[in-house]
């Protein structure tokens, strides 16, 4: 067997595990890595322009080609620069790889030189992190990091790796297979719970899915869609979720919850049984917790992670497996039952109630004034339109990622990434290069805020630097919108801080960074603009002013039940 060093037994490990492209930025304590990295080309490295962009783009890179992206960073900073991203993923479920450079193993503990505590920082928000001391773990280390972000429920894993560790000689060889005594997934479901469950579906008058992101992660769009088809009963999914299931088909009632529809959560306020697939029943989806899903008699819950089973809502039908073996499960048995049509005709029944609900309270639509600012919805709708519904689609948070996740349609999973449970300004942009990466032949839009954009807009340079086409969408309002909107409603309009009053010119910083830069001041230029943007080679970047004013509803205010939502 080969000697090496352990930076060349790194860069072995990745081409090992198929990894085609890694996001970084080089410091000291990785130099080693680098080193290896540049002898050896198979192995594609984009240079970041802050490591928290690396972390985002790696996290777009693996929503999208559904393998863990990975991430090299240096020590100290470098490697703390990375944590908001790593939490993201965490909390997003994202499969990670983040090999970050450490001190020598002789100074650990000794405050040298750009030292962190990486293990430490990180164990918080991390699924598992390593510290490798000695050479010879290195690949095995890697091997375990690969399969421990990828199985079970996805999630960020940290590698540190000390300076002489990366310089060492050792014997490269790469396990074929890994065994973890203490960390064994669930893949197959129960089958007395499946049935269980079929049987709950089958005695029920008004039931309805409930879907999240692990059906994305699980592959399991394509199944799912079947046994909803099949079923013919109603479903509604998460922000994190959508695209699983095609939003052109009846049945997609479209997002639940905080900023859902409100004939989605007047469903789910008002099912008899709630079939939970993926979902983690977060707060942003519940609302009021005494108070959600009063009326369901059975409420299922399918998910790999054991650990989300009743942590928030008490489920009488628990399915611990991967999502995807399940829903095979349920579709098999389901398509040799008999004797569904009589329930099938009360389900009917129940999605025109639904429908019903969707035209007493619609999502509001205003065309806007040609000579004004453009709508919201105007943009959302004139973006669909110019991609036909191919697009990868991109968001920071705030409003505009609301309004997107409310009017955009999505026929495809793996279409929509956005940053969920964490809620980070400046994942936008960064996300959407991850993402060309990993689809170079779809279209990518990110539509972004003016708060947002600002925070990770270095990555435009990255973007110029290798060619990515990436098209952004600035919703500018000059404010902080979504702060503003509850700074309105639930402070009295007390304005706190909230107003941006020294804008930059977007058109100029873009073109400064050498990508294509355009404005819209008035509704009448939005659909010739975007459409020249769209059709302009590499990165493009478009200013859109939108009304100062323009809220997000419905609203279920914070504490309240579902179906207490605000509507102006």
Known sequence: MKKMTGAQIVVESLLAEGVDTVFGYPGGAILPTYDALIQNPALRHILVRHEQGAAHMAEGYARVSGKPGVVIVTSGPGATNTVTGIADAYMDSTPLVVLAGQVPTSMIGNDAFQEADLTGITRPCTKHNYLVRDVNDLARTIKEAFYIAGSGRPGPVLVDLPKDVQNAMGTFKYPGAVELRGYKPTIKGNDRQIEKAIEAIEASERPLFYVGGGVQWSDASAPLTELVRGLKIPITTTLMALGVFPSNDPLCLGMLGMHGGYWTNMAVQNCDTLIAVGARFDDRVTGRVSDFAPKAKTIIHIDIDPSSISKNIKVHIPIVGDIREVVLE???????????????????????????????????????????????????????????????????????????????????H????????????????????????????????????????????????????????????????????????????????????????????????????????????????????LQAALATPGPVLVDVVIPQSEGVFPMVPAGSAMHEMLFA
Do not use: C
Not at 358 to 381: C, M, V
Not at 509 to 520: N, P, S, T
């Open 330 to 412: 349920m579709l098999q048995r389901v398509k040799s039952q008999e004797g569904l049509a009589p329930r099938q005709k009360l389900w009917t029944e129940w999605h025109r109630d639904i429908m019903q609900w969707k035209a007493e309270k619609p999502l509001p639509y205003e065309i806007g004034d040609p000579e004004g600012p453009s709508k919201p919805r105007a943009i959302i709708e004139e973006l669909y339109n110019l991609t036909k519904g191919e697009a990868v689609v991109v968001t920071d948070v705030g409003q505009h990622q609301m309004w997107t996740a409310q009017m955009m349609p999505f026929h495809h």
């Open 414 to 529: 793996r279409s929509w990434l956005t940053s969920g449970g964490l809620g980070t300004m400046g994942y936008g942009l960064p996300a959407g290069i991850g993402a060309y990466f990993a689809a170079p032949n779809r279209p990518i839009v990110v539509i972004n805020g003016d708060g947002g954009i600002q925070m990770n807009i270095q990555e435009l340079a990255t973007a110029v630097q290798y060619k990515v086409p990436v098209k952004v969408i600035i919703m500018n309002n000059y404010y902080l919108g979504m702060v503003r909107q509850w700074q309105e409603k639930f402070y009295d309009g007390r304005y706190s801080h909230s107003y941006m009053d020294a804008m930059p010119n977007f058109v100029k910083l873009a073109e400064a960074y050498g990508a294509a830069g355009f404005r819209v001041e008035k509704g009448k230029d939005l659909a010739p603009t």
